[in-house]
């Protein structure tokens, strides 16, 4: 079983930036996929990046550029850094993790984009 929390949304200006956090109740060497999803009101759940368990990374074209996907292997946290905020991205952001083929979901924490 893993355990997922979130932290570091909040209101932020175009432009601005934000950090995400995603706290694994354990090791995430062990875990094959770690990543984060967000769901904008009226829009389906879509993923934004993920890290493999080899270090390996992924982005979405909406964000590829602008964010980045890193962890702390001594802290069990993955994090989600992003710059250059849009308007679009404004969501509910979504920690999720794959492990011995079972899939496991945070609660979220909101992301708001205002001009």
């Known amino acids: 079983q893993v355990q997922l929390v979130e932290s570091g949304g909040g209101l932020v200006q175009a432009g601005g930036s934000l950090r995400l956090s995603c706290a694994a109740s354990?090791?995430?060497?062990?875990?094959?996929?770690m990543g984060w999803y967000r769901q904008a009101p009226g829009k389906q759940r879509e993923l934004v990046a993920y890290?493999?368990?080899?270090?390996?990374?992924n982005y979405a074209d909406s964000v590829k550029g602008r964010s980045t996907i890193s962890r702390d292997n001594g802290k069990n946290t993955v994090y989600l850094q992003m710059n250059g905020l849009k308007f679009e991205d404004t969501a509910v952001y979504y920690c999720?993790?794959?492990?011995?083929?079972?899939?496991?979901w945070g609660q979220g924490t909101q992301v708001t984009v205002s001009s």
């Open positions: 354990r090791i995430i060497e062990s875990i094959n996929v």
């Open positions: 890290i493999s368990i080899g270090g390996s990374t």
């Open positions: 999720y993790s794959r492990h011995r083929g079972t899939s496991y």
